[in-house]
């Protein structure tokens, strides 16, 4: 296979997780053809030097690609700044780019779905995002793949052509958005995504993922999902930067080699999207269940 994309691997402190995420990759089809890109982001403070230490020498031993290029970082950026500066850097240079981070475990045909996908919707401008991860929804009636307008950033790939216009401005999104346009980011007022742009505002938290996926809603982009997704995400075990312990988003992973493309319309499912809105008013119903039992777990302490 020609003209195989370079994939990026953002890592910290997490040596475990690394380690499952290098095994899986190393495991794919593609890998000895492809380019393997390694940031290692600095420690940001004496209390992770250890385990960023751990990576690091982990990440020296990885083999099984056509070339591994690590970036050690020599003071800490943060996952935000680390992942634009890596992504522009990269994607940039080759055209287009996978992107993983350090807790993303892979099917054995990760690689090659990407790859595929690239190739194909290459020309297809109104495709702005390849995703590795689909939501746990419930799969009967829906094609193998489909497009929707929510990105997801749990290994994913996209074009140079794309990705340019990512742009990380708060103030300039936060006054550019409507009324209307909040609900429909927000999956039709299901979820608040919303909350992470002003979040970025106050200096609550700082992330980039959001900003890239307000990018591709603003251009009115669309997003490739594999019906069963092609990875998951095992961060969720309160060890992530921006991750809380949850089983919220388990998934099973695709071992399916093929996939035609040729199948779909290039436009967004209406059944994914009033499924994606279930899955979201579930975790809504199940966290108001939650604290209901909570209060009266403490009421009976009384």
């Known amino acids: 296979m020609e003209n195989i994309a370079p994939i990026v691997l953002f890592v910290y402190n997490r040596p475990d997780h690394t380690r499952q995420t290098l095994e899986a990759l190393a495991t794919n089809t593609l890998a000895s053809e492809s380019e393997l890109f390694i940031f290692s982001d600095a420690p940001k403070n004496e209390s992770a030097v250890e385990k960023v230490q751990a ?30 500066e890596g992504v522009t850097e990269i994607v940039n240079r080759y055209g287009k780019i996978i992107v993983l981070e350090d807790d993303i475990v ?4 990760f690689l090659k779905f990407m790859n595929d996908a690239l190739r194909f919707y290459e020309q ?10 689909s939501y746990p929804i419930d799969k009967k009636g829906l094609p193998e793949i489909y497009f929707t307008k929510y990105m997801s950033c749990w290994g994913w790939a996209t074009w140079s052509d794309r990705w340019k216009y990512f742009e990380k401005n708060v103030d300039k999104l936060i006054v550019s958005f409507t009324k209307d346009d909040i609900f429909r980011f927000n999956i039709n007022g299901t979820e608040d995504f919303w909350r992470q742009v002003l979040d970025n505002k106050s ?30 995400n095992i961060g969720f075990d309160g060890t992530g930067v921006h ?17 035609n493309f040729n199948k779909i319309k290039i436009k967004e499912n209406e059944i994914a999207l009033e499924r994606i809105m279930q899955f979201y008013k579930k975790q809504k119903k199940n966290l108001f269940v939650r604290a209901v039992n909570k209060s009266i777990r403490m009421l009976k302490k009384l």
Do not use: M
């Open 203 to 232: 200096g609550k938290i700082n992330t980039w993922a959001i900003f890239w996926y307000a990018t591709i809603f603003q251009n009115n982009g669309l997003c490739l999902n594999s019906a069963v997704g092609f990875a998951k």
């Open 55 to 84: 990576v690091r020498s982990l990440i020296k031993t990885i083999r099984g690609f056509k070339l591994v290029t690590i970036i050690e970082r020599d003071t800490n950026w943060g996952l935000a700044k680390s992942i634009i």
């Open 124 to 133: 297809e401008k109104q495709v702005w995002h390849i995703a590795g991860y």
């Open 106 to 109: 892979t099917s054995p045909y």
């Open 243 to 259: 991750c809380g312990i949850s089983n919220q988003y388990a998934t099973d992973i695709s071992i399916r080699e093929n996939i």
